[in-house]
């Protein structure tokens, strides 16, 4: 028998470049993978706000519908505000809600209303009043409007916004 050839495990300057090269080849694999995860969060942050979106979306209609609900099948000849102002809240699926109704015919209707009865508003001047009702902007579709007038700031909208309404006849308890 003849004796078998040894083999050498010598270094040679080919093992070397092998080694280099997978480390570089691990490197760009491990950037590549790194910006992948880093996109694919972003995308999911994106998904997940436009499920929200949805989802308040839909719980805010199925509120107004539970509201018409109690109103439409409510025996009571009428309200107090006690009642109406009641929070009601209702689990729906994966989401919920919270609910109370305001009797905005009893505000004073800041569209309709003279510029003496606007300017008796708690911390409004006659200068808001008649900016108010000289204002393009009227009619307003928001009460949050008054506060694009000059003459009105919002601590002196704070003093009075739970008091108008852009609802309603004008007349108060009539």
Not at 4 to 25: C, H, M
Not at 57 to 67: D, G, K, R, T, W
Not at 130 to 156: D, Q, Y
């Amino acid at each position: 028998m003849t004796p078998s050839p040894r083999r050498s495990f010598s270094r040679s300057p080919e093992g070397g470049s092998f080694l280099v090269l997978a480390i570089w080849t691990l490197t760009v694999f491990a950037i590549l993978g790194a910006g992948i995860a880093r996109v694919t969060a972003v995308q999911l942050k994106v998904a997940q706000r436009y499920e929200q979106r949805v989802l308040s979306q839909v719980l805010a209609e199925a509120a107004v519908q539970y509201a018409q609900v109690e109103r439409t099948y409510d025996e009571t000849s009428y309200e107090t505000l006690v009642e109406l102002q009641m929070v009601r809240a209702q689990e729906l699926g994966h989401g919920a809600f919270q609910y109370a109704m305001v009797d905005e015919e009893r505000k004073i209707n800041i569209n309709r209303l003279p510029q003496p009865v606007i300017a008796r508003l708690p911390g409004l001047s006659l200068d808001g009043a008649v900016a108010l009702t000289n204002s393009p902007l009227r009619p307003f579709h928001l009460s949050e409007e008054l506060l694009l007038l000059e003459e009105i700031n919002e601590e002196m909208w704070t003093g009075f916004k739970d008091l108008i309404t852009i609802y309603g006849s004008g007349t108060v308890n009539a």
